[in-house]
C-alpha cells in the first residue's frame, strides 16, 4: 500500500483514530486534567460556553490547557510550573490547526527564551533581594509566550490564552496590550496579595472575556464550584478523594515542581 492511502484505508484509518483518542487520554492523564465535570466556565458561573462560532468548544479548550500543563513541566522554578499557549482564530476559512485555530505561540515560567545555560543566578544573591523576589530572573510563563511568539497577534482576530495560573498583576497589562481578548486559566492565586507577586488586577479586568477551570455548575453537588477547581498540584483545593493523582510532579524527588 503506498502512503497515499494510508489515510483513506478504513484499517488503517481506524487505527490512527484509536492511536490520536489513546495518545489524548494519555496526554490528559500526564497534564492531570479531570475527563469529566470540568471545564472552562465564565467566572460568574452563570453561563457555560454558548455554542457560538465566537468561542471554542470545551473540547478544544481542555484540549489547549492540557498543552500549557503539559508545558508547565518544563519550567526552571524549581518549586511551580506554569504552562501558557496563546492560539488564534483566523480569519480564513482554511483549518489548520487545533479545533480550526492557528498557533500564536507558548511559553513556561523559565528563563527568558534563548538564554544561555547558567546565565542567570537561580536565585537573587543578596539576602535582602531573595526576600523581595527570589527568582527575579525567571519570567511568567505568559511573558515567554507573548515575548517569543512565532506569529503577531492581529486585532481582527480572536486570540486566546491558555494559562495554567491565574496571570499576575505584572502579566494582565501584557496580555492586554498584545491583545489578546480570551483568557482561559484557573483561579489559583486570584484576588492574592502575596508580596513579591500579586493577582489583584484579573478581576477588575473589564474588556478581555475571562473563563475558569472549575467544577461545571450545572451539576449539582455538594462542593462548591468554587472550590473545586478542578486544578492538581499544591494550590488545589479539591477534597483529596476526588482525585487520586492531585500531586503531579515533574521527576519523584522532593525538590520537583508541582504544576500549577
Ligand atoms: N500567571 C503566572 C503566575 C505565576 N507564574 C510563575 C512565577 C513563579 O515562577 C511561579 C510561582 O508563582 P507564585 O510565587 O505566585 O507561586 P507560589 O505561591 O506557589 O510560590 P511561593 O510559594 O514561592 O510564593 O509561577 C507564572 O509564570 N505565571
Redesign the pocket.
Known sequence: MGLGNFCVEPYFSNLRNNMTELVGVLAAVAAGVPQHHYGFYRENFASTLPPDAKYVSQEVARHCIIQARLLAYR?E?P????G?VIWARGQSAVCRGTGCLDFVGCG??AYPAGSHYAEYPQMDNKQEDRQRR??RY??????NAITFRSQNIKPDELTMLF?T????DE?VPLIRGAGITHIY?SDH?RDKD?G??S?LRFSTLKDISKFVWQRNPSISSGTSSHLANGCIG??SRQPEQEYGNKKLCTKNTRASP?V?
Open positions: 519550567t522554578d518549586k511551580v510550573g506554569v501558557a513556561y515560567n527570589k527568582y525567571i519570567i511568567h510563563a505568559e511573558q494559562v495560573k491565574c496571570p499576575c502579566c486559566t492565586d502575596k513579591d507577586i493577582y499544591k494550590h508541582t500549577s
